[in-house]
């Protein structure tokens, strides 16, 4: 009940926004291919339900493959540096020069390597876009440690194998949160756009592309709500595994 | 002194060795601590009586002159798990609750988990922390986490217990306090304790010797002995010795140059 009165201002101005946009398309008689109203997408996103779940669920795979191949990836190497100072201070800057770059960019190098139709290559994408972040954080959160809490720890004559574990990772879940949220996001985002270059069929991506093509914007539209539904799941997704997780964190308990 | 815990014999420690920026923390340090001491070192800022403790721990590695703790080096006694460790801050691990923060350096020593648990009841009610067990880190005021703190320090039943600054955070009322629960726990355990404070209050009330040490580099100036009767209560605050004890301990502080009253 409370979750309901705390969320009505944003329902009732989602509502809002929906009418006037209603609204200014019939007043302006602004044309179909510009902007489509909310009731013109509704009507097309209904027609084209069955396609639009089997498209979205193909492009959801890509976007989870690619998150749990890039995740694991940023973590495995965050460990690795984290244990080897010389690795981190090699590998570090770049990692954070990598970040800043449009890895999108590389998307149709990636269609080349590993074929245009193979959903793998999508994977990939995503995989490299959200291994930066991934990497970054993880290392962040091995790293920062109270020195005062290492000198307990080694007042007790605990390994750097026991430190790992009972303080290193605990204190890297918050930051590994923190990454898988904005992995989560960016992991959608890459592989709808690397679509965008060429794809299956039966992806989100190409789905747009061509129907835009085709001047059938009110489709393009109901695939971009796919895509915008599934994104924001997967973001809900992690958020509820992270309170899950870290009860004890102060971003999270007071909430 | 045949009977000693802890045993440093022309300790010498130079930060920055070789280096235009070397300092000369401490210079030849010698003390010998029987078991069951309470010894407070004091001294002006910097005078490396932090050091000295870290050393003891083998947290620090002394750039001459020997340490022996409990008949072995002190690396060896730190892997042997010698030692308890209170700092200023309470440092405990805010994902665990109280109970389980007193349990990991039993966790470390690999006993069971019905050990610990029963143990880390008992440490709870000595410190008086019994119906906190459940609660995280954050719940506990400054004072409380300290007492945590000092559980987990006893845990594993240390021969020498090496407190910095324990109660430097804490109000004056909450320090009292905390000193009288240090020095019932002390008299309870019979553990060996290396304590370093500020306060010569403090030191008085609890120690059997303090250490006056000078400013850097630190050399041992004087040491007291505290000749108190035991238990010592709030009344040995009054007590005409106590004042006696804290004029002499001042006194040999304003002789360590760059002494400043803080």
């Known amino acids: 009940m409370k979750a309901i009165q705390r969320n009505l201002p944003a329902l009732f101005l989602f509502v809002a926004v929906l009418l006037l946009w209603e609204g200014a398309v019939a007043l302006f008689a602004i044309q179909r291919f510009l902007l489509p109203s909310p009731s013109v997408i509704a009507v097309a996103f209904m027609d ?17 493959g690619g998150f749990a191949i890039g995740c694991s990836a940023g973590i495995l190497v965050a460990l690795a540096t984290s244990r080897w100072t010389v690795a981190s201070e090699t590998l570090m800057p770049f990692a954070i020069a990598a970040n800043s770059v449009p890895i999108i960019a590389f998307a149709p190098i990636l269609n080349n390597w590993f074929g245009v139709d193979n959903p793998f290559s999508k994977m990939m994408i995503v995989a490299v876009i959200v291994f930066f972040p991934m990497m970054i954080n993880t290392v962040r959160g091995l790293t920062a440690i109270d020195p005062t809490m290492l000198e307990l720890m080694r007042s007790y004559g605990a390994s750097e194998r026991a430190i790992l574990r009972k303080v290193r990772l605990p204190n890297a879940l918050p930051y590994m949160f923190s990454a898988f949220k904005v992995a989560a996001t960016l992991s959608m985002i890459g592989a709808v756009v690397s679509e965008y270059f060429g794809g299956n069929r039966s992806a989100l991506g190409v789905f747009i592309t061509q129907e835009a093509a085709q001047f059938r914007f009110q489709n393009a539209w109901s695939a971009i709500i796919v895509a915008c539904m599934i994104g924001l799941t997967f973001y809900l997704v992690v958020l509820l595994i992270e309170r899950l997780t870290i009860p004890w964190h102060s971003s999270v308990r007071n909430t | ?70 008949g072995k080096s002190a690396r060896q006694a730190r892997l042997d798990q010698d030692y308890g460790m209170v700092f200023q801050a309470p440092v405990l691990l805010e994902w665990r609750s109280i109970l389980k923060n007193i349990m990991l350096p039993m966790e ?55 407190m910095d600054e324990p109660f430097g955070a804490l109000d004056e009322m909450t320090r009292e306090r905390m000193n009288s629960e240090l020095q019932k726990i002390w008299q309870q355990t019979g553990t060996t304790v290396i304590f370093v404070t500020h306060s010569i209050a403090e ?60």
């Open chain 2, 1 to 70: 002194m045949t009977d000693k815990i802890v045993s440093l014999s022309h300790v010498d420690m130079t930060f920055n060795v070789g280096r235009s920026n070397a300092t000369v923390a401490l210079k030849d340090i010698n003390l010998d601590i029987a078991p069951g001491e309470f010894i407070s070192l004091i001294g002006p800022s910097g005078c490396g009586k932090s050091t000295l403790l870290r050393l003891a721990g083998d947290l620090l590695q002394p750039t001459g002159g020997a340490i022996v703790v409990n």
């Open chain 1, 48 to 64: 084209n339900i069955d396609r639009l779940i089997h498209i979205g669920w193909f492009t959801t795979k890509e976007a989870l």
């Open chain 2, 108 to 162: 470390l020593r690999g006993l069971s988990r019905r050990e610990q648990e029963a143990r880390a009841h008992e440490l709870l009610q000595l410190v008086e922390l019994d119906g906190f067990a459940r609660h995280y880190p954050w719940q506990l005021s400054g004072g409380m986490q300290q007492r945590a703190a000092i559980a987990r320090a006893l845990a594993i039943q240390p021969k020498l217990l090496l």
């Open chain 2, 203 to 262: 030191a008085v009330f609890l120690s059997t010797r303090i250490v006056v040490m000078s400013a850097r580099p630190g050399e041992i100036l004087h040491i007291t002995n505290v000749d108190l009767p035991t238990p010592r209560t709030l009344d040995t605050h009054e007590h005409p010795h106590f004042f006696e004890l804290e004029t002499e301990v001042r006194e040999w502080l304003r002789r360590a140059k760059g002494y400043t009253v803080a």
